[in-house]
């Protein structure tokens, strides 16, 4: 008969293994999500500097004052 599997040192060994690079790897991953909302609030604020631009610029073409 062929015995045909993993021993248990392999298994442990794997395990391990896996548990450090998941260590390692967390923390990146966790910091992409601060980074993203980071990068979702510049992007809004970006679009309402844009937004203002726009209306001021309506405004002076429609003869408006836009100091007001």
Same mark, same amino acid.
């Given at each position: 008969?062929?015995? *045909?599997?993993? =021993?248990?040192?392999? #298994?442990?060994?794997?395990? =391990? =293994? #896996?548990?450090? #690079? $998941?260590?390692?790897?967390?923390?990146?991953?966790? &910091? #992409? *999500? *601060? &980074? $993203?909302? $980071?990068?979702?609030?510049?992007?809004? @604020?970006?679009?309402?500097?844009t937004a203002i631009k726009f209306t001021v610029l309506k405004d002076q073409i429609a003869g408006g004052n @836009? &100091?007001?």
């Amino acid at each position: 008969m062929k015995n *045909s599997g993993f =021993t248990l040192i392999e #298994l442990v060994v794997v395990i =391990t =293994t #896996l548990g450090i #690079l $998941a260590a390692v790897a967390a923390p990146r991953f966790i &910091d #992409l *999500s *601060s &980074d $993203a909302k $980071a990068s979702v609030i510049q992007n809004i @604020s970006g679009n309402l500097k844009t937004a203002i631009k726009f209306t001021v610029l309506k405004d002076q073409i429609a003869g408006g004052n @836009s &100091d007001s």
